[in-house]
């Protein structure tokens, strides 16, 4: 920056900054013109994208149609995508991409950075994609710092910086965003590679099959009770109430270990725990189970895809509502009361809610 200019909006720059962020926006903007003027005539045209999607189990699954649309309609493409590599089994094995690269985009820290500077030696790509929405300085300054000849991202706001100034520093804003459903939003960039939307979107998962088996005589419940969002986990008190209740249907109760690790020892008694150490083995105890009852969006994602008897408890939100399954037919069960909690979703609703996907034996 020359001097003269600390509080002042670059020559070039789109003038909206005001009062205190006006900084902010001044190295954003720079940091972004000197990627454009730096790789824009360095960089052959070329098929090369990479994908930057959220970094949840849950935001990576409703990642997978846009992934199939690429796939069947775009072969020309070499994609890389990256993930976190808690995650990375989702998509381990899904077809045509690339390769994988591990980091995280939202991550402070030695190491995050360590990360991303790894990252941008695997480049240079002619696009790259960011299907996040909420771009914090962080993650503005890190997507200018890639060798891509052009951003791409849907539309984002960030804190402190008027939507209008943030999205010109992308080279191209993509896709819907006034779309409500997040999955549903993501999968509207198919447009921007001449992809026409296709509905049902295709949330197939493609694993590795690593089947489990449950060696009992009564139907099996498979409860994931802990979610990774604020107010997804549900109160000692409650699951309690919820395991005498199963047992007095004849129901056998299994959770993955994870969970059974933070409950007390009565509640450990009567759960089977489940060791999962991959996504693929997690996918196989669902499929093993007559039906699942999870907080977490995550599992509640992938037991739909997997099209399992699923029953999902969440907060009474719009925007939790917008990230519910679109495959397959979950019973969606929250409080009256918005935003509310668990605990006040009645055991005796959920109860019955299970027993009417038992009755039915329909795969969704």
């Not at 802990?226 to 299994?254: C, P």
């Not at 909690?341 to 996907?357: G, R, Y």
């Amino acid at each position: 920056m020359t001097q003269g200019m600390k509080n002042s909006v670059p020559v070039d720059a789109p003038r909206f900054s005001v009062g205190k962020y006006i900084k902010k926006w001044n190295k954003l903007w720079l940091v972004s013109r000197a990627r454009k003027q730096r790789l824009q005539q360095v960089i052959p045209n070329s098929r090369k994208l990479l994908i930057i999607p959220l970094h949840g189990l849950g935001d990576l699954a409703m990642t997978l149609p846009l992934l199939a649309a690429l796939r069947n309609n775009r072969p020309d493409l070499e994609i890389d995508l990256l993930v976190s590599p808690r995650n990375a089994g989702l998509v381990a094995d899904y077809p045509g991409l690339n390769r994988l690269i591990f980091a995280e985009i939202n991550t402070k820290g030695k190491l995050a950075d360590r990360q991303w500077r790894d990252l941008c030696g695997k480049g240079p790509w002619e696009t790259v994609l960011y299907i996040g929405e909420r771009a914090k300085t962080l993650v503005q300054v890190r997507l200018q710092q890639l060798p891509a000849k052009e951003i791409w991202a849907l539309p984002c706001e960030t804190k402190g910086i008027h939507d209008t100034e943030i999205n010109a520093l992308l080279d191209r804003v993509v896709g819907n965003g006034k779309e409500p459903h997040y999955a549903r939003r993501m999968a509207s960039v198919m447009s921007a590679f001449g992809i026409k939307q296709c509905d049902p979107l295709d949330f197939k998962m493609h694993l590795d099959e690593n089947p489990k088996s449950f060696q009992y005589a009564g139907p099996v419940v498979l409860i994931n009770p802990v979610g990774s969002q604020t107010g997804n986990t549900m109160g000692e008190e409650q699951i309690s109430e919820l395991v005498i209740e199963f047992l007095k249907n004849g129901w056998h109760i299994v959770a993955y270990e994870q969970c059974v690790r933070l409950l007390n020892k009565d509640l450990k008694a009567k759960i089977t725990s489940l060791s999962s150490e991959t996504i693929a083995d997690a996918v196989g105890w669902l499929n093993a189970a007559d039906i699942v009852l999870t907080t977490d969006t995550g599992i509640g994602h992938l037991s739909c895809a997997a099209e399992r008897p699923t029953v999902i408890l969440r907060q009474n939100e719009q925007w939790r509502a917008n990230c519910d399954p679109l495959c397959g037919k979950p019973t969606v069960l929250y409080p009256e009361q918005s935003p509310g909690t668990l605990s006040q979703i009645p055991a005796s609703v959920i109860v019955e809610a299970l027993a009417a996907k038992l009755v039915d034996k329909s795969p969704v």
